[in-house]
Nanobody, 125 residues
Framework: QVQLVESGGGLVQAGGSLRLSCAASGRTFSNYAVGWFRQAPGKEREFVAAINWSGGSTYYADSVKGRFTISRDNAKNTVYLQMSSLKPVDTAVYYC??????????????????WGQGTQVTVSS
């Protein structure tokens, strides 16, 4: 069992930065791949970024490539999403999720096993 708690969301102006954290409980967290997803009102949940169990491989949606960076610190059971050059279209609830297939990087939210409750990110123009 893995429990995930996101934090770090808030209100920021366009062009600004935020760092989201995903803190996990469970001693096997380091075996999981982790993905970040987001969902805007009236839209489907969309993939943002993923990182494998070791942190050695990452994968980004085209919409955030070059602006967002995913990383992890397994000693702290935490995964981060550094977001820069934020745009109003980035406004959404951001979720982290854990995938027991830790060696993979997957964008389909249906394959993820555990989810956090989400944190709101609002980017003003």
């Amino acid at each position: 069992q893995v429990q995930l708690v996101e934090s770090g969301g808030g209100l920021v102006q366009a062009g600004g930065s935020l760092r989201l954290s995903c803190a996990a409980s469970g001693r096997t967290f380091s075996n999981y791949a982790v993905g970040w997803f987001r969902q805007a009102p009236g839209k489907e949940r969309e993939f943002v970024a993923a990182i494998n169990w070791s942190g050695g491989s990452t994968y980004y949606a085209d919409s955030v490539k070059g602006r967002f960076t995913i990383s992890r610190d397994n000693a702290k059971n935490t995964v981060y999403l550094q977001m820069s050059s934020l745009k109003p279209v980035d406004t959404a609830v951001y979720y982290c999720a854990a995938d027991r297939a830790g060696w993979t990087l997957r964008s389909n939210p249906r394959v993820y096993d555990y989810w956090g409750q989400g944190t709101q990110v609002t980017v003003s123009s």
